[in-house]
């Protein structure tokens, strides 16, 4: 609202004023009663859960009249009012969400794959294209842990300082992503989850980067039922991170706290807080202090619990909407009669809202649920068996039934008329089958990519040799082919922990930042949740960021982010954003308990929606690059740390050659014995080939390249069919990632019906290796390990050929 205020005795508020004001008045509730009648939903049982946002509807009201088209929101489960008031979501789409309405018409933050009040815009394209960002108002997908939005407001906000200030980014194929860096990114967050080590890790790196990001503290005294005198020290996140704020001659944050009943005083906070961020790319906290939270936490339980009454009864006094009720009639704006006119409207506006969505959620499920009793009556009566009139009659008993209902009554029903055959059996059963595609569609499409951009698509283009290569360290190969990517795709940028100055403790990117600069070679604090978070802001918004995480056992600090926020972005949006982020780390066989960890079990299972290439050379890591900046998707490249002195031929079309997913290869030809691995343990099981030969064993060596995805042309399989044995070896601890393969291959495969000995995994001990050379030689599979693995398995073939060793 503009603050120019009339110089007259008759009224400071001109009639816009006046009017923008009560339109404040009807969307806050609007937004309340949204929330008043979402419990209601809950609670009779037509919804499985609701969290919401009153409490908190004049705040996030103020906010909006800064958030400008281009602009970004990493908020969290609170900012439905936020949203209302940005245009971003409707009262029916959030009755819709709440429903969990599978449509992405009807809710086009989630197509109903997220609990209520998880907010997002489209930010792609069904081809996978970016929308042009700069002409709309624009928000990351939320997710519920709790801070976990922080870490990615920081490159949200850091794209911004990238675009305003990197001159390789001023054509105007940038244009659709930033106005000159003029965009502020607004993260909203409760007060109690400030006690996250995210939240600390993010304003710690905020404050250093100097990003322009607004950060909205929501302080209404609990976290859940938790006091925040136990949350928070001096039960205030302004107070203690007062050493934060900047001065006159250090930089630092610009800290404000305003109370979020104070209509007027929300309203000029908020237009300073944007004024500094957007002008002075300054971040800044606005502590928003004496919120209320009217109905509690969530549909879970009653905040009268753990609410004193002394509190419940502030807690109705201090409400925000009657606040600002009393200031409208105090200073004259309208009228009591007016007020309880547009709080009328407002909750016939939602009541109509939410019948709205009803119809549209269960319309079509009244339609199946017709057809398959129908269907199942049919059956009934061509075979006779009354059970499967039962499950018509229990479905057609079911008001709310819902697809799950419907299906299972379906598959009960052709389960209670097995061995029957006919017409009508035939017709149910084609009606199962679609309706699991179709829910298949609904519940478990855009894990990745399903666009032409997908980098599953890209054509492999073998590495080019002249006729007397020349020998390299093969940390050179990454090094040049870095060169060669940056030079190709200004939008590229690395940072990570001694990544720039330095060029990375391995040299991988030596000499680069003095060609780049620091925009687009950089270092970074220790601090990996937050390294992670900033690529997955930069990548929302058309950069293309490699984050170096130092080692492959520090991918724990920041691990959640991965499988929570970036594993699951294309998922849990049904493919309506996308966060093509590289994950540059290093690992596997070095010396100690943590520079040597291989934890691929952990990533295989937590990391699903990301790509994960285990190369076993720096020219198959560099192949990956190149293969993933052509695609949409996010990856972990997993380099080998032990290759970076080893010497390597150097390939003349650097930058151009492509690593594929999802291949493996076929490194050595064999009959006797199908053997797979990866990475560096991949090294020592092919350093043993011309052992094997001498003792008369032919092995079929693969090297699987990427476990996510795993051999889509069942190359394994093939082999298998030739071979009739398997053994898996890895460096990971048992069940791990060999566990994985081995399922694949013998299940997804049909491995298991070629096989003519027993499969077997070879793999590290339970614990984390031990230090020093003894350490890794006693910890994980070693040479000898590995030939008499092998040379067992054929000796159980044939004894006489192969006597014991023992």
């Not at 000898?784 to 014991?804: G, H, L, N, Q, S």
């Amino acid at each position: 609202m503009a603050q120019a205020k009339e110089k007259t005795t008759k009224s400071k508020f001109t009639a816009a004023q006046k009017k923008e004001i009560l339109g404040d008045f009807k969307l806050g509730w609007v937004s309340r009663h949204m929330s008043l009648i979402g419990r209601k939903e809950v609670l009779t049982g037509k919804a499985k859960f609701g969290i919401f946002g009153d409490g908190k509807e004049i705040p996030q009201i103020a906010l909006s009249k800064q958030f400008k088209d281009g602009d970004f929101r990493s908020g969290y489960y609170r900012d439905q009012t936020l949203m209302l008031a940005l245009g971003q979501v409707t009262p029916q789409q959030l009755f819709a969400q709440l429903y969990a309405h599978a449509d992405v018409e009807a809710d086009p933050s989630s197509a109903g794959r997220q609990m209520n009040s998880h907010f997002a815009t489209r930010l792609i394209d069904k081809d996978g294209n970016w929308i042009d960002q700069t002409k709309s108002k624009n928000t990351a997908s939320d997710i519920s842990p709790t801070a976990g939005q922080m870490s990615r407001l920081l490159g949200l906000a850091q794209a911004s300082k990238v675009y305003r200030n990197e001159k390789a980014l001023k054509g105007k194929e940038w244009k659709k992503f930033s106005n000159k860096g003029n965009e502020i990114a607004f993260g909203t967050i409760g007060d109690a989850s400030t006690s996250e080590g995210v939240f600390w890790e993010s304003i710690n790196a905020g404050g250093v980067l100097q990003l322009p990001m607004v950060v909205s503290v929501w302080d209404d005294g609990f976290g859940i039922s938790v006091a925040k005198k136990y949350q928070t020290t001096k039960e205030s996140i302004s107070e203690v991170l007062s050493g934060f704020q900047r001065t006159k001659d250090k930089p630092g944050y610009e800290i404000l706290t305003v109370k979020a009943w104070d209509y007027e005083g929300l309203i000029e906070t908020y237009e300073k807080a944007a004024k500094i961020a957007r002008e002075e790319h300054v971040p800044v906290l606005v502590h928003v202090v004496e919120v209320t939270q009217p109905q509690g936490h969530s549909t879970s339980g009653s905040h009268e619990r753990y609410k004193s009454e002394e509190r419940l009864k502030w807690e109705e006094e201090f409400c925000c909407l009657d606040k600002l009720r009393h200031w409208i009639i105090d200073n004259g704006i309208a009228k009591s009669e007016k007020l309880d006119e547009l709080e009328q409207e407002a909750q016939d506006e939602v009541t109509e809202a939410k019948t709205a969505a009803w119809k549209a959620f269960m319309d079509p499920i009244k339609q199946e649920k017709a057809t398959v009793i129908d269907l199942i009556n049919k059956l009934k009566e061509e075979t006779g068996v009354e059970k499967a009139g039962e499950y018509a009659k229990k479905l057609k008993n079911y008001p709310n039934a819902i697809r799950k209902d419907i299906l299972s009554a379906a598959r009960n029903a052709l389960a209670a008329t097995a061995g029957n055959n006919g017409s009508a059996r035939q017709e149910l059963a084609a009606w199962v089958k679609n309706s699991r595609e179709e829910n298949r569609e609904r519940y478990s499409s855009h894990l990745y990519s399903e666009t032409d951009k997908s980098p599953l698509k890209v054509e492999e283009v073998k590495p080019k040799y002249p006729e007397k290569p020349k020998r390299v360290d093969g940390r050179l190969v990454i090094r040049d082919n870095f060169d060669f990517i940056f030079e190709k795709y200004p939008n590229t940028l690395v940072f990570g922990e001694d990544s720039g100055k330095l060029g990375g403790v391995n040299k991988g990117l030596e000499g680069l930042q003095d060609k780049y600069g620091e925009i687009r070679v950089s270092d970074a604090g220790i601090r990996e949740a937050t390294i992670l978070g900033q690529g997955i802001g930069m990548s929302m918004r058309g950069l293309r960021p490699i984050t170096e995480i130092q080692y492959l056992d520090y991918l724990l600090y920041c691990f959640q982010g991965i499988s929570d926020d970036l594993a699951t972005m294309r998922y849990r949006t049904k493919g309506g954003q996308a966060a093509p982020l590289i994950i540059r780390t290093r690992g596997h066989r070095l010396e100690g308990i943590w520079h040597s960890g291989s934890p691929m079990g952990m990533i295989i299972n937590g990391a699903r929606g990301v790509h994960l290439c285990v190369p076993r050379n720096l020219t198959e890591a560099a192949g990956f690059y190149n293969t993933l900046l052509q695609g949409d998707d996010p990856a972990i490249v997993i380099e080998p740390l032990n290759g970076y002195r080893l010497k390597e031929d150097l390939p003349e079309n650097l930058g151009e050659f492509t690593t594929p997913l999802g291949k493996p290869e076929v490194v050595e030809e064999g009959t006797d014995i199908t053997v797979v691995s990866y990475g560096s343990t991949f090294n020592i099981v092919e350093s043993l080939i011309p052992q094997l030969k001498e003792a008369g064993i032919s092995i079929e060596l693969i090297d699987v390249r990427t476990l996510l995805p795993f051999d889509l042309d069942h190359v394994i399989g093939k082999s298998l069919e030739k071979t009739n044995r398997l053994m898996v070896i890895d460096e990971d601890v048992p069940g791990g990632a060999s566990a994985y393969i081995t399922q694949k291959v013998l299940e997804e495969q049909d491995g298991y019906f070629n096989l003519d000995s027993e499969p077997r995994c070879i793999t590290a001990h339970d614990h984390r290796p031990a230090y020093a050379s003894d350490g890794d030689y006693f910890s994980k599979p070693n040479a000898e390990d590995i030939f008499e693995a092998i040379y067992e398995v054929m000796r159980e073939t044939d004894p006489e050929k192969f006597p014991a060793i023992y």
